[in-house]
Every structure is written in structure tokens, then in C-alpha cells.
């Protein structure tokens, strides 16, 4: 190799090594970024997941540990909070193999104060605690559609594709979940007038 060819080889060796440590830092950035901004969500669907706020709360440090770990996978900035998701139920997942368990487990020591957004309307904050234990009492697979479409925000194509099932079972399961909320819904009010009467 002579001496400018060898220098430009170089040169370009440098330049690629360089591209490649900003790519990595600023992938690294971005994961550090999304895990900052969508913690919470995480940890909701943590627990939309297992059903206990301590679990969401592990589910949670391993998510983001693992996206941490994983940073120089990332070859698109723009849905971090999917892939966050896709993480967090993957490791989910792993766990229920692992403990060989299928039923989650129960929604107990969950403050309300931390599954619903406190404001100045009481009244709306009890109804939206009321109808967040009924989801929370769905089957596990309804009640992570629920949680992705109807509190996060998904498309039905974006759930189905992070749950990775036809986008047919997440309508169908959306649909049963409202059916058996809308009931137990109506008997909750029923109940509540009979009580108001005595």
C-alpha cells in the first residue's frame, strides 16, 4: 500500500469508527430518553400484565435494563415506546415459562393513587378507579389489549402487532372485554340505587 493510499484508508477508518461510536451513543441517548418519557406507561402495562404492583415495578427495572443493554440494536428512533412494550411483555412472558404460571396475580396493594390521574373532578377519578379494577379483573389477554389500546393509545394494528397475534383477536377481545365491563358496569349502578332507596 503506498504511503497516500495508506494514509486515506486511514483516514476513512477513522471517520468509520467515529459514525460508528455516534451511532451508538446517540442510539444509546435516544433508549435513555424513551425509558425517561414512557416509564410510566411501562410500568402501567407492567401491571396491566401481572396484576401486582410490585411485579410492574420488577418488570419495569428489567425493561429497562434490557433496553439498555440492547441500545445498539435500535435502527429507528421513532417508536421507542412500542418497542419498550415489546420488551416489557417479552420478559413477562419469560417469567410465566420460567414459573410455569398462567393466572396473574391479584390487584391488591396497588394504590389507586397510582393507577388513576388524581384531579379536581372526585366524582370521575372514583368512576375511573371503579372501572380500572373491573379491567384489571378481565383474563390477562383482554385486560393487555385493554390497557394498549384504550389507556396507552395504540392502534389496533400497532396491539396487534406488539402482541403479535391477527388484529381480528384484538378487536375480538376488545369486544368481549367491553360486553363483560358494560355488565358487571350495570350491575354496579343497579346495586348502587338499590342502596341509595334504603
Known amino acids: 500500500m503506498s504511503g497516500l493510499t495508506q494514509r486515506t484508508w486511514f483516514v476513512k477508518m477513522i471517520e468509520v469508527v467515529k459514525q460508528t461510536m455516534v451511532g451508538e ?40 435494563l434490557r433496553a439498555l443493554e440492547r441500545h445498539h440494536q435500535v435502527t429507528s428512533f421513532e417508536r421507542l415506546d412500542s418497542w419498550l412494550m ?8 419469560n ?5 410455569s404460571v398462567r393466572k396473574a396475580q391479584a390487584l391488591s396493594l396497588t394504590p389507586e393513587s ?9 366524582e370521575t377519578n372514583i368512576f375511573a378507579a371503579e372501572v380500572f ?27 396487534a402487532a406488539l402482541l403479535e397475534v391477527p388484529i381480528g383477536t384484538i378487536m375480538s377481545r ?11 358496569m350495570q350491575h354496579e349502578a343497579a346495586d348502587a340505587v338499590r342502596r341509595s332507596r334504603k
Not at 174 to 184: E, F, G, I, M, T
Request: aromatic content about 6%; some cysteine.
Open 25 to 64: 451513543l446517540s442510539s444509546e441517548q435516544a433508549v435513555r430518553g424513551a425509558i425517561q418519557t414512557h416509564s410510566r406507561r411501562v410500568w402501567r402495562f407492567g401491571l396491566a400484565l401481572s396484576g401486582a404492583s410490585e411485579v410492574a415495578d420488577d418488570l419495569l427495572q428489567a425493561t429497562c
Open 86 to 93: 415489546t420488551i416489557c411483555r417479552s420478559i413477562w412472558l
Open 95 to 99: 417469567e410465566l415459562r420460567a414459573r
Open 114 to 122: 397510582e393507577l388513576i390521574a388524581s384531579g379536581p373532578d372526585s
Open 133 to 159: 379494577t373491573q379491567v384489571m379483573q378481565l383474563p390477562e389477554a383482554q385486560r393487555e389489549t385493554v390497557m394498549l389500546v384504550y389507556v396507552e393509545g395504540y392502534s389496533y394494528r400497532e396491539a
Open 174 to 184: 376488545l369486544s368481549n372485554a367491553r360486553q363483560k365491563l358494560k355488565v358487571v
